[in-house]
């Protein structure tokens, strides 16, 4: 069992927890991910580390609430706990050799929270970091603070405008290479939809580019074959061989074929999570009672 320390709703769909792991704590690197059981009849589900603390031994992790389990977790309290917690997995971002090298960190939506620990890495080892960060409104927009700490220029734009700049994450990475700017790396983590157009983009400029598939991942060890994929022409797994991709050899169209799969049943488990959870809603006081 692994306790819940602290608890925070960063926006209407996520939320954000950090659990007591300390052991995973100590050697979770940049890219790798967790395996978590709400109880134990729940499935098991993969999140991407999105920082640690080892004095505290605490791991954190960001998510969406969008399925069962995470709407499960989701309404957890602090001291509360869940009923497994295992990691890390999957092979660490390679971000060492990148020293004084110039990176842009490309993050869309919950995509940040997985950019992130990768800007904060880069940054520490003395790279020069351009974070960029996608969202679909400005209401949805999350660790604006903790991106602009660790990363020498930070773009946040979004796609109706609201925070006063405009526009998909692949239009400021024109903007910036079209300006000049000279890139070693680019990593885009995020939506299959935005990191295919950031492979699109930065193909004809010979930029190395690096995506990060965790999204396609289901039971984590490869042994469901959920995420397998086809990189160069050869199947991979991203949870075993990756997450970590390059992604001019990743066949998107594929991939975002099949990642509408559990769209239906996703849906179909929300509607019912929301049913259960107004079961569960004090009539005098709006508050929704737990446990």
Known sequence: MNKIVSREVLNSETVMLDIEAPAIARKALPGQFIIFRVDELGE????????????????RIIFQMVGKSTMQLGRKQVG?????FVGPLGKPSELDHLAGKNVAVIGGGLGTAIAYPQA???????????FIAGFRT??????EDEMRAVSDNLIIATDDGSNGRKGFVTDVLKELIDAGKHYD????????????????????????????????????????????????????FSCVDGPDFDAHQVDF???????????????????????????HRCRLTGEVRHG
Do not use: F, W
């Open 44 to 59: 098991r589900v993969p999140l991407t580390v999105a920082g640690t603390d080892t004095e505290k031994g605490t791991v």
């Open 80 to 84: 509360e706990t869940i009923a497994s």
């Open 120 to 130: 904060t890495y880069l940054h520490r080892i003395g790279a020069h970091v351009d």
């Open 138 to 143: 400005m209401d949805l927009i999350i660790l």
């Open 185 to 236: 790396l680019v990593i885009a983590i995020g939506p299959l939809v935005m990191m295919r157009a950031v492979a699109n983009l930065t193909k004809p400029y010979d930029i190395d580019t690096l995506v990060s598939m965790n999204t396609i991942m289901v039971d984590g060890t490869g042994m469901c074959g959920c995420c397998r994929l086809t990189v160069g022409g050869e199947i991979k």
């Open 253 to 279: 169209d594929e991939a975002i074929r099949r990642s509408k799969a559990y769209l239906e049943q996703e849906a179909y488990d929300r509607e019912r999570e929301k049913e259960k959870e107004e079961s």
